[in-house]
């Protein structure tokens, strides 16, 4: 992973890429987000640049209809763009021994684990991978890959040794650029300037929903404490989402998540019982009460199973959030490692248009964050604070 704007990290990957096609022959790709992008950058710039300069007496066919470069040996390296689903097609349709995802900021996690699956080709070469960028936010599945070292997707920790990176800035290559562009990265405002000049990822003006959410603070094993659960959901088909919390200290512990796709209330509350929460109390989203589900509410069919409903008004979304980074930010939610999708929500979800995003990646976020977000306002909104009876030890956390 190199980093940062005119530091001459898509230089260095492309001379490496070469250097590697020329000891075997073998086939390589680089990719880009668009194919224009790809065509105007690298075809037409970086690739003859790196060529001229550094292998001068190397004789390349070049084919311009197809993009793709032929050395001496056989070896093959291909350009494309990941919005241009015929030649997508035509390129993931080979394997390859490198791969390099080129201003990877700029490419879906998606697009990016689609194409990883062609990096298959056998031969004395190791497969590699490479990726360079200028750095989004914290928000960004590459900053979790790279510095946290968590797969966003799989959430769950990667191997480091896997995710190497160096952070490569425009000093570093101050022979090849010219003065004043320094000096127009310099005057830039401070989030650009850590971005573009220094290579940082950046915590400004993200978009990020759940700002007070660190999971060095807020994510500690918990258990179920004695009494009824308290359980927070939401009613969507896909997903269907539900939290598990106890109260303890005045702190409330998630300790369990049911997170089902293409699912419905009557499945959830049947595994809502299989994991013995029968007799919870249940938080849901307020829209239940109209929502049905073969002929029947899916409060109705909530209290059918069991479970006793609570809290039935949804706040505003502003203050529903405002409300879990208040409580963020005293301390007052502990999450159990083992409920990912909701540690996913809360690092991962973002506003956009004045909306929590549900789009395209993000169509399956927001949901299980949500039902924190119902359960948290019924029982402490700060303004009034109703915890449902249980057993004195419980709620003083004895």
Not at 282 to 307: C, E, H, L, M
Request: hydrophobic fraction near 35%.
């Amino acid at each position: 992973m190199g980093l940062d704007s005119r530091s001459g990290k898509t230089f260095i990957a492309i001379y490496a890429i070469i250097v590697r096609a020329a000891k075997v022959e073998s086939t390589h790709c680089i990719l880009r987000s668009k194919f224009n992008a790809a065509k105007k950058s690298i075809w037409l710039k970086t690739l003859p640049d790196v060529l001229n300069l550094c292998f001068p007496d190397l004789p390349i066919k070049w084919n311009r209809s197809d993009f793709f470069i032929t050395l001496p040996n056989k070896s093959k390296i291909w350009i494309g763009g990941l919005d241009d689903k015929e030649r997508v097609e035509k390129i993931l349709g080979q394997e390859y021994s490198t791969i390099y995802f080129n201003e990877c900021s700029e490419i879906s996690y998606h697009a990016i684990n689609t194409a990883k699956t062609r990096l298959a080709e056998k031969n004395s070469l190791k497969n590699k991978f490479y990726y360079d960028q200028n750095p989004a936010t914290k928000i960004h599945w590459a900053y979790w890959l790279w510095e946290r070292h968590f797969d966003p997707e799989k959430e769950k920790p990667v191997n480091r040794k896997d995710y190497v990176s160096i952070r490569m800035n425009p000093m570093d290559n101050l022979e090849n650029i010219d003065e004043d562009y320094l000096q127009i990265l310099e005057e830039m405002p401070e989030d650009k300037r850590e971005r573009f000049l220094l290579g940082l990822y950046s915590d400004a003006d993200d978009g990020q929903v759940y700002y007070e959410f660190d999971r060095d603070i807020h994510v500690k094993s918990v258990k179920r404490m004695p009494g009824s659960v308290l359980i927070g959901m939401d009613f969507n088909v896909h997903p269907m989402t539900s939290i598990q919390c106890s109260m303890v200290n005045n702190c409330f512990h998630i300790f369990d998540e049911v997170y089902q796709e293409n699912s419905d209330t009557p499945k959830m509350m049947s595994e809502l019982s299989k994991r013995g929460y029968a007799g919870g109390y249940v938080y849901p989203d307020s829209t239940g009460k109209n929502r049905k589900t073969s002929g029947f509410t899916d409060f109705q069919i909530i209290k059918d199973a069991g479970f006793t409903i609570k809290g039935v008004t949804n706040p505003f979304v502003n203050d529903r959030v405002n409300n879990i980074n208040r409580l963020l930010k005293a301390g007052r939610i502990i999450i159990d490692p083992k409920c990912r999708k909701l540690i996913n929500d809360l690092e991962k979800v973002a506003w956009k248009d004045n909306k929590l995003d549900q789009k395209g990646e993000n169509a399956m976020l927001t949901h299980i964050s949500d039902c924190l977000g119902y359960l948290c306002w019924a029982l402490d909104n700060g303004l009034t604070a109703t915890i449902p009876d249980m057993p004195l030890f419980q709620r003083r956390g004895r």
